[in-house]
């Protein structure tokens, strides 16, 4: 029986391009924490999580406290994250998002990575650990993003840029060329909802065959969400977010026959109760990085599936270790039935050795390999680990980085 002799948390950065979203524009690089669990009978499991400073502290702090557990001891580790934390709240991660409880949060990654290594102790993959593959190929969307050319005073990338319905219907048609997809997602809240409405109609009719969605991280009120719903009604699968909070979606759900989905007022467990209570919102979009990791995201396909509500996947940029991790999660959910959303299209540089997570007809194959089955680059990591240190970048603020081009700038949600 292994136990857990050491971890070793490694904070790294990414490329990241000028992607645009309602509180501002991606930042030069992207930041990860690579969790690495290393057993007394020397295997490592692996975790990938957020990077900003706090966490980083937080991971730190449970990473000491951890050496001695049993890597099957899931609950034990559970026990130990909320003693490490105790009363420290107000956790913020993801840059847009914040919840009061940061221990789901803290525990994703040391559970991953302790899930990664009971697979190769017990030479099975993640997935069997979860109940078994329901889909072996795992289907994910395009997530388009409306986009600046380049970052300003550096080279631009080779997506261009992407600021009208032109633009976002090029990225799309790049998108589903290169790696297959069959469902798109609009990153939306940055221009004014008739010109975003135009944009998913102008897809409409070049995707014809394709789920659609938009998701403008509530840019808009109550009512302008019902309007933009009547408009997309019969043409896109789920509307994402239209509106902050559990009262505001209840409000717009009320009126449209569109379903809509969130990760934002619907983040944590106890957001579960008031929106069913308010039949506010008909799909969850999971996200393991915190809903406490793969086991607890099951809890909340369990509960997504005894009250009726729709289950999808969330994300936010990241790299190959959670990209396993989701694959491994989607694979083994029977309910999941929507192509996860993932960012991995927009990335140059990855932690992984290339070749496992293949996008093919816009799925990813559960990989077979023992644990999530994916091999850490060592060079690679000390590479993005430089970056970090080098990039001065401490926390994601999209905010704060548009405003140095655009001081007037204002992230207000339900701007519309
Ligand atoms: O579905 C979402 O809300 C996201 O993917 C959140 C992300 O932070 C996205 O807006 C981004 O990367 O700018
Ligand atoms: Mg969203």
């Known amino acids: 029986m292994s136990r857990v002799a050491g971890v070793v948390v490694t904070p790294v950065a990414f490329a990241d391009p000028p992607l645009l979203n309602v509180v501002g524009v991606h930042e030069p690089f992207a930041l990860r924490a690579l969790v690495q669990v290393r057993t007394d009978d020397g295997l490592v499991g692996l975790g990938e999580t957020y990077?900003?400073?706090?966490?980083?502290?937080?991971?730190?702090?449970?990473?000491?406290a951890v050496v001695g557990l049993d890597v099957y001891d899931l609950n034990g580790l559970r026990r130990i994250v909320i003693d490490v934390l105790g009363n420290?709240?107000?956790?913020?991660?993801?840059?847009?998002?914040?919840?009061?409880?940061?221990?789901?949060?803290?525990?994703?990654?040391?559970?991953?990575?302790?899930?990664?290594?009971?697979?190769?102790?017990?030479?099975?993959?993640?997935?069997?650990?979860?109940?078994?593959?329901?889909?072996?190929?795992?289907?994910?969307?395009?997530?388009?993003f409306y986009?600046?050319?380049?970052?300003?005073?550096?080279?631009?990338?080779?997506?261009?840029?992407?600021?009208?319905?032109?633009?976002?219907?090029?990225q799309a048609r790049r998108m589903v060329d290169e790696y297959g997809f069959t469902a798109i997602k609009l990153k939306g809240g940055v221009f004014a909802p008739e010109q975003e409405i135009e944009a998913v109609k102008a897809l409409a009719a070049a995707f014809?065959?394709?789920?659609?969605?938009?998701?403008?991280?509530?840019?808009?009120?109550?009512?302008?969400?019902?309007?933009?719903?009547?408009?997309?009604?019969?043409?896109?699968?789920?509307?994402?977010?239209?509106?902050?909070?559990?009262?505001?979606?209840?409000?717009?759900?009320?009126?449209?026959?569109?379903?809509?989905?969130?990760?934002?007022?619907?983040?944590?467990?106890?957001?579960?109760?008031?929106?069913?209570?308010?039949?506010?919102?008909?799909?969850?979009?999971?996200?393991?990085?915190?809903?406490?990791?793969?086991?607890?995201?099951?809890?909340?396909?369990?509960?997504?599936?005894?009250?009726?509500?729709g289950l999808s996947m969330h994300s936010n940029s990241h790299l190959g270790v959670s990209l396993a991790a989701m694959t491994h999660l989607a694979a083994a959910?029977?309910?999941?039935?929507?192509?996860?959303?993932?960012?991995?299209?927009?990335?140059?540089?990855?932690?992984?050795?290339?070749?496992?997570?293949?996008?093919?007809g816009g799925s990813v194959r559960v990989p077979s390999g023992p644990g999530l089955g994916v091999e850490l680059d060592e060079d690679a990591v000390g590479r993005l680990h430089e970056q970090y240190l080098s990039c001065g970048i401490r926390g994601r603020d999209d905010t704060s980085y548009l405003r140095r081009f655009d001081p007037s700038f204002s992230p207000n949600t339900a701007r519309w």
Not at 51 to 57: E, N
Request: charged share 20%.
């Open 333 to 360: 959910t029977p309910n999941l039935t929507y192509a996860c959303d993932t960012h991995y299209p927009w990335k140059t540089e990855d932690l992984i050795k290339p070749g496992v997570l293949d996008f093919v």
């Open 88 to 144: 420290g709240r107000g956790a913020a991660f993801g840059g847009m998002l914040a919840v009061q409880d940061p221990a789901d949060v803290v525990l994703s990654p040391f559970e991953v990575a302790l899930l990664d290594i009971q697979g190769k102790e017990l030479g099975r993959p993640v997935a069997d650990l979860l109940g078994g593959v329901v889909r072996p190929e795992v289907p994910f969307s395009a997530y388009l």
């Open 51 to 64: 990077a900003d400073d706090a966490h980083l502290a937080r991971l730190g702090a449970v990473a000491s």
């Open 208 to 309: 014809p065959e394709h789920s659609l969605r938009i998701d403008p991280n509530g840019a808009w009120t109550p009512s302008t969400s019902v309007r933009v719903a009547k408009s997309l009604e019969g043409l896109i699968e789920y509307l994402e977010d239209p509106t902050p909070g559990i009262g505001g979606m209840a409000e717009v759900a009320r009126q449209t026959e569109l379903p809509l989905a969130t990760n934002m007022c619907v983040i944590a467990f106890d957001h579960l109760k008031p929106a069913v209570l308010a039949d506010a919102v008909q799909v969850v979009l999971s996200d393991h990085h915190y809903w406490g990791g793969l086991r607890r995201s099951r809890l909340l396909a369990g509960i997504c599936e005894t009250f009726g509500m």
């Open 147 to 170: 986009k600046w050319v380049a970052h300003p005073g550096r080279a631009g990338d080779s997506w261009g840029e992407a600021l009208d319905s032109d633009g976002i219907v090029a």
